[in-house]
C-alpha cells in the first residue's frame, strides 16, 4: 500500500531487521512506553515484534525504513475477533505521517482478516503524542490503570486501554 507522502507499507521481512532494529532499539532502551525490559536484546526484541499472532509491516519512504508496526489477534478464543497493533517511528522520521499511515494501515488490514475491533491494551498516559495520534485516528480512551507503568523519569503513571470499532462505515480520520 502506497499513500500520502510518498509512504509505502509493505509486510516485514527478515532483511528488514536490522532497519527495525534501528526504529525499536531507542524506544526500547528510553523504557517511557512500551512494557518491555529496557536491556532486551536484539534478538529477542526482533523475535517479540515477528511473534505469532502478530504480522509485522514497514513503512517505507524513498527506500528507507522509516516505521514499523504489528498487528494480530489481541487474544484468543471468545476474543479472537478483536486486533491489537503496536507502532514504532524511527527517530529522525517523527512529525511526517509515517504513525498516521501506519495505523491507517494496521485498521485496514484488520478489517480485510475480519477483526470487529482494535485495542489497544497498554499506552502509557505520558505518551501524549501517541494518544492524540490514536484519538486522531478514531480510538476512545475506554479505561485507565492507575499507576500501571513505572516511567523512568515521573515514576508510576497511568496506561490507558483505547478501542475502535472496525465494524462501522470507513473513517473519517
Request: charged share 15%; with cysteine.
Amino acid at each position: 500500500m502506497t499513500g500520502q507522502g510518498g509512504i509505502t507499507i509493505r509486510p516485514a521481512t527478515t532483511g528488514d531487521h536490522d532497519a527495525i532494529w534501528t526504529i525499536l532499539e531507542p524506544v526500547y532502551r528510553a523504557g517511557e512506553t512500551y512494557c518491555i525490559p529496557r536491556d532486551i536484546s536484539r534478538d529477542d526484541a526482533l523475535a517479540d515484534w515477528f511473534a505469532a499472532p502478530f504480522t509485522a509491516f514497514v513503512a517505507v519512504v524513498g527506500g528507507r525504513v522509516l516505521g514499523t508496526s504489528h498487528v494480530g489477534r489481541n487474544r484468543p478464543g471468545p476474543a479472537s475477533h478483536v486486533a491489537n497493533a503496536s507502532f514504532a517511528t524511527h527517530p529522525e522520521a517523527r512529525g511526517r505521517g509515517i504513525a498516521r499511515a501506519l495505523v491507517e494501515h494496521a485498521k485496514s488490514w484488520a478489517r480485510a482478516q475480519g477483526f470487529r475491533a482494535m485495542q489497544f491494551n497498554f499506552v502509557v498516559s505520558t505518551n501524549a503524542d501517541a494518544v492524540h495520534s490514536w484519538q486522531k485516528a478514531g480510538f476512545a480512551i475506554v479505561g485507565r490503570l492507575p499507576g500501571a507503568f513505572l516511567h523512568p523519569q515521573h515514576g508510576y503513571v497511568d496506561a490507558l486501554v483505547m478501542f475502535l470499532d472496525l465494524t462501522g462505515a470507513a473513517d473519517d480520520a
